[in-house]
């Protein structure tokens, strides 16, 4: 495993800094405005809130872990994702390499280690899964534990009540199947992208922190609002402030100009040859 221990600047006083220089044309609250969302996010969220069961998560966990599908130069797998459209973000109809790029450089312009530019750049790389067959519900969207009560600050928290893990008594309470402090690594979270992506990338060099920010990018009710905070552990406080410095990027780095794609590829090829194989397995 991979460590850093660069020092941060406060959670708070980024965040302030991230939403300033990078969101100067919108409020804060045009981001993540779902209660305005189109009815496309919403019937996304209904589905991913109904049929995202703790049975169900385990058998993608057991169908995709063996990462078996194909091997394919990163580079490769970002073009592709060019085609896709994230249906359940209201902040950007962008392909995904944009979104990737514009996070990635924002990262870039403000100095950080270029291990953090290639996590901003590969983080949405696991929607793959879209290529693999399966519904958006099922890769992208907030994620969230599974075996365990719903946080309220979940969105669309009313979808839960669809939900087959609704009627069984072991998984609604605040542990769940789990014990307290047993540390999110060893929580079952909601299938899709994030979990993907860190499934594929876990070997590589990227440092722990990195991977943390892959992992948990869409766990806002973690993140962002606090929720969940009981099946923490020491090496989720560590990681913590770097997944919550990571998400300023992610949201407000999201705007309507496009990237000079051709300009960044070489630079951003060099990062992937320093902490990815030449082949990535899938």
Known sequence: MHTTTDPLASVEQWDDYVQERYRPDRAEAEFRDYDHAPEGVRELYRQNHEFQTLAAVQGKERAYERLDRESTPMWEILERLNTLVDESDPDTDLPQIAHALQTAEKIREDGHPDWMQLVGLLHDSGKMLCFYGEPQWAVVGDTFPVGCAWSDSVVFTEFFEANADRR??????????????????????????????????????????????????????????????????????????????????????????????????????????KYLPERVAW
């Open 168 to 273: 069984r008594p072991e998984t609604q309470t605040a542990t769940g199947v789990y014990e307290e402090g047993c540390g999110l690594d060893n929580v079952h979270m909601s299938w899709g992208h994030d979990e993907y992506i860190w499934m594929v990338l876990k070997d590589s060099k990227i440092p722990d922190e990195g991977l943390a920010m892959l992992r948990y990018h869409s766990f806002y009710s973690w993140h962002r609002e606090g929720a969940y905070a009981h099946l923490m552990n020491d090496d989720d406080r560590r990681r913590l402030p770097w997944v919550k410095k990571f998400s300023g990027y992610d949201l407000y780095s999201k705007s309507d100009a496009p990237p000079e794609v051709e300009e960044l590829k070489p630079y951003y090829q060099s990062l992937i040859a």
